[in-house]
């Protein structure tokens, strides 16, 4: 008899709740610390609310993992439930605390539930969740979706461009960016993720010059598979450009507005696009 695999993330990978829903993912949110109030991610304050707040703020808001026991709580229900496996996949261990949270919950399960590291964050994570569960309910066993998994991470291509570097560099996260100051600050910074590294691609003067830098970086990520175009409070950005590509990609691509604890350490007005190339 074949297992059932069951899978958790976390909020960061931005899965729209319909697809989580679709896919019986379960998604934990992480914590956003703002002006003394702590908040689950997507409870309290919207991603609208907090990216038109962040500018007027004097202290850049927090963020923090969910709870051990809460990742345990999952876990446990789901082996209660009738799963064989879990696999829990979170953001990177160099950028956040959520992958360790998640380790030290998985620790008395034993093999049963396996935490994986992705590289990425919003829909680079996200994807690579959505379409292992794909394979898992098309019949794919425990080690097929690992080799899934781990295949669809190397083809994850991710880039923004940003409004300004100061959110990226008070976040004390990127090394590169601590070093930036005076007129640099005001220029537009293209940045990349992968292997939990953020990478510096350059910088524009204007913002409409970093969004045909990006279009020319998914032009050469083509063919895709999949294709999400992300932003935080840029839509009218954002939708030109998912109009732009929706007849190039297989699969609906997705407009997502970046959850803030991600967003928090990105700034608001940055738009970015996330691909998977096809095989």
Request: proline share 5%.
């Amino acid at each position: 008899m074949k297992g059932r695999i069951c899978f958790v993330t976390d909020s960061t990978s931005d899965i729209p709740a319909e697809l989580a829903e679709e896919h019986a993912i379960e998604v934990v949110p992480a914590i956003i610390n703002v002006n003394g109030e702590s908040y689950e991610d997507g409870k309290g304050i919207s991603r609208e609310e907090f990216y038109t707040l962040l500018p007027k703020l004097t202290v850049l808001p927090t963020t923090a993992a969910p709870s051990v026991g809460s990742f345990q709580e999952r876990y446990e229900r789901l082996l209660c439930e009738g799963a064989t496996n879990v696999l829990s996949v979170h953001p990177p261990d160099s950028l956040s605390g959520i992958f360790n949270s998640a380790r030290l919950a998985a620790t008395e399960f034993g093999n049963r539930v396996r935490v994986l590291d992705s590289g990425q964050v919003s829909l680079g994570l996200g994807f690579q969740v959505l379409m292992a569960a794909e394979g898992a309910r098309r019949g794919a066993l425990l080690e097929e979706t690992l080799a899934l998994i781990q295949g669809i991470r190397q083809r994850i291509h991710l880039a923004a461009v940003l409004d300004t570097i100061e959110y990226v560099r008070r976040s004390g996260r990127v090394s590169w960016a601590r070093a930036m100051i005076g007129n640099v600050l005001r220029v537009h910074p293209l940045i990349s993720l992968h292997s939990g590294i953020v990478e510096r691609l350059g910088q524009v003067r204007t913002r409409a010059q970093g969004l045909l830098r990006l279009t020319e970086m998914l032009d050469s990520w083509e063919p895709l598979d999949r294709l999400a175009v992300l932003h935080t409070n840029a839509e009218a950005s954002a939708q030109q450009l998912l109009e732009e590509w929706r007849a190039r990609v297989p699969a609906p691509p997705l407009l997502v507005n970046v959850t803030t604890v991600v967003g928090t350490h990105v700034g608001p007005n940055a738009v970015g696009f996330v691909g998977v190339s096809v095989l």
